[in-house]
């Protein structure tokens, strides 16, 4: 316990020493607003399907047990509406 908490002292004074020398090399270079347009469009496309497909997700799996709500059907569970045929 004693070994943790000098580890944690020792890196949070070894960041306080660093982190001012890391911040006086130079501000980073300003980019011009084609450059943020075209990462502003880029995060977008990228990122646009991942976010609808998470709450999609979310919507999806947001009920108590399956069956009560055709389609709908908990994490790792599969939302059966009606009893699969049997072959005959």
């Not at 009920?63 to 005959?88: C, H, V, W, Y």
């Amino acid at each position: 316990m004693l070994r943790g908490i000098l580890k944690l002292t020792l890196c949070l004074c070894l960041g306080a020493v660093i982190a001012p020398a890391a911040f006086a090399e130079g501000a980073a270079p300003a980019i011009t607003e084609q450059e943020a347009a075209a990462i502003a469009t880029d995060a977008y496309l990228y990122l646009y399907p991942l976010v609808t497909t998470d709450v999609t997700r979310k919507q999806g799996t947001n009920i108590e047990a399956a069956g009560l709500k055709p389609g709908f059907a908990p994490m790792n569970a599969f939302p059966t509406g009606r009893p699969s045929r049997r072959p005959t």
